[in-house]
């Protein structure tokens, strides 16, 4: 099994990453996301820039809510306000963590 490091964690989410694999894991509820290396930066690139009220939908129950696709068209992610601004917080803060150990380890 791979060893992995921790890059970012609150109660909601965490992000790991598999030294060995090259692979990034964002648990987020209930929801396993991985990535390579070049995929999360593709990911993050992609998404970082999107602004909540450009794309904001309401859910049957009436809560705004932003709803990202996936590859799988069946699968999509779906972010109240408050859940949008606190993933993107944790993967910036994982970016950054990253980017220092690849600073110490390499």
Request: include cysteine; charged fraction near 25%; charge should be negative.
């Amino acid at each position: 099994m791979c060893k992995t490091t921790v890059l970012a964690q609150n109660a909601n989410i965490t992000i790991a990453q598999c030294n060995n694999c090259k692979v990034l894991n964002i648990w987020r509820s209930g929801v396993l996301m991985n990535f390579s290396f070049e995929q999360f930066d593709a990911f993050y690139v992609a998404t970082k820039k999107l602004d909540f009220d450009d794309y904001l939908e309401n859910r049957p129950d009436g809560k705004e809510v932003v709803i990202l696709s996936t590859p799988f068209p069946d699968i999509s992610l779906v972010f109240t306000r408050e859940e949008w601004h606190e993933f993107f917080n944790k993967i910036d803060e994982a970016l950054y963590m990253k980017r220092i150990y690849e600073l110490m380890y390499c």
